[in-house]
């Protein structure tokens, strides 16, 4: 390919990814038009956050007793009551409050959220839980207080399985095409560990459809319950004897009802799989904290930003020419290519976050001031200017070498702020290398005429 047709196709390109990472990638959906990027993640230091205080619940349940003393499901005429608190005195200490605290700190993990502060008073058990405020919010606030106390009971309340049963549960998906519905099916895998398996196929082979001697059909049903509520009622129709009971939540081709087929599904299992709180809370506090930081203390630095870039680009294109020009090029797609992997990462960006935006910018405009100062050094043969582009690459990467280390070291902090700067060095210090290895240097030396 000509010099000048590889230039104008790499420019063009850079132009492309520019568009998408600045602008976005819309296409139509339905009535509205979708970014297919992935919105960036901003910490809760920029965007505000939600508070809540939950407290051991001092409720108390009412139980009911027959004439003869055995419980009932309602008061009856000639028997007695009893208020029995949902939480007893011994499931009220230091262990079992440090065990909620795990529980939440896993299922808030397992869930994908990223930031979070929980503060524990290890005397009465109370907890303040601050979370990012978005679309998870509300879904993220009931997994610091729901149970999540699973079981599967007979017609007469009995319970046949639960918790201490279940080795993991799983959320599936397969296409379905049948006379009754088309599109994709959501199901639950409740997969029961070795020592129940035995368990439930017993009640497989127990809670069956049949007929009695009138020849009338006998239907014996269990409930799956989570926290008292059913979540479905069922006989079976075969033996299970591998252990796993699959659960099918709904088959759809519609979008939004398949997202809260999936969206039901991963939150349940989120639950079950962490198990259930040893204890029962009571929300005393939800509200949202409005970020201290607002669009106006981002204007300025923005504007000084803005200025100081447009300079560097003006010093850039004057003293070196075509070659400033290219550097310019490769700049603005390296920047475009680095907040697109942010994105496609989920890269939570906070204060320090932007920092380190900030400084890899920086790097990657000394690295190509770098690179052209020694190629305007060498103004020979191609052969030479490649020599001495990939010792000037050389150079750089040795330099930038224990940037990239600190990098990867601060990745594994796990104080979000640190972790957020760090990662984002990482990635901003490897696209460096890689972009200025291939992109720009087929820029700068398809653009230099050889002289002999």
């Not at 000509?2 to 959906?29: A, E, H, P, Y």
């Not at 409930?223 to 299970?240: A, H, P, Q, R």
């Not at 990462?345 to 001031?369: D, K, M, Q, R």
């Not at 990482?426 to 002999?452: D, H, P, Q, Y």
């Amino acid at each position: 390919m000509n010099r000048g047709l590889k230039i104008t196709f790499i420019t063009l390109l850079i132009v492309l990814l520019s568009i998408i990472s600045f602008v976005g990638l819309f296409v139509q959906d339905t009535k509205d038009m979708k970014n297919l990027l992935p919105d960036y993640v901003f910490g809760m230091d920029l965007t505000g956050y939600r508070v809540l205080t939950v407290k051991v619940s001092d409720a108390s349940n009412t139980v009911y007793y027959d004439k003869d003393g055995n419980e009932v499901d309602e008061e009856q005429k000639d028997g007695t009551s009893k208020e029995v608190p949902v939480n007893s005195e011994e499931v009220l200490n230091k262990d079992n409050y440090l065990k909620v605290k795990k529980i939440v700190q896993a299922r808030l993990n397992d869930a994908g959220i990223s930031e979070y502060l929980i503060r524990l008073n290890e005397k009465d058990g109370t907890m303040t839980v601050e979370l990012p405020q978005n679309d998870m919010t509300n879904t993220a606030a009931q997994f610091i207080y729901t149970i999540g106390k699973f079981t599967i009971e007979d017609e007469d309340g009995n319970v046949l399985l639960d918790n201490s049963n279940l080795d993991k549960v799983q959320v599936g998906y397969s296409n379905s095409s049948t006379t009754s519905s088309v599109g994709t099916s959501v199901y639950m895998s409740f997969m029961f560990n070795d020592d129940s398996k035995e368990k439930l196929k017993e009640i497989t082979n127990t809670y069956v459809a049949s007929t009695d001697e009138s020849g009338n059909e006998v239907e014996k049903k269990i409930s799956m319950k989570i926290d008292g509520t059913t979540l479905l009622e069922t006989s079976f129709d075969e033996e299970i004897s591998n252990g796993v009971l699959p659960i099918s939540l709904g088959t759809s081709s519609d979008e939004e009802t398949l997202s809260s087929y999936i969206e039901q599904a991963s939150d349940t299992a989120v639950l079950l799989n962490n198990g259930p709180l040893p204890i029962t809370y009571t929300v005393e506090q939800n509200r949202f904290i409005n970020s201290d930081l607002e669009l106006n203390d981002f204007l300025i630095p923005a504007i000084v930003v803005g200025i100081i870039l447009l300079i560097a680009f003006i010093v850039l294109l004057i003293k070196y020419k075509k070659l400033g020009l290219l550097g310019i090029i490769s700049y603005i797609g390296y920047l475009a290519m680095l907040l697109v992997i942010i994105r496609y990462t989920n890269l939570v960006i906070t204060i320090e976050g932007i920092f380190g935006i900030l400084i890899s910018a920086i790097l990657n405009y000394i690295l190509l001031v770098y690179i052209i100062h020694c190629l305007k050094k060498k103004e020979k043969e191609l052969k030479v200017y490649k020599s001495e582009y990939n010792k000037s690459m050389l150079s750089m990467v040795l330099v930038l070498f224990p940037i990239l280390i600190i990098g990867i070291v601060l990745c594994f902090a796990e104080w979000l702020p640190i972790y957020s700067f760090g990662t984002i060095i990482f990635w901003g210090v490897l696209v460096m290398a890689i972009w200025n290895s291939i992109v720009t240097r087929i820029l700068f030396l398809n653009s230099i005429k050889e002289k002999n």
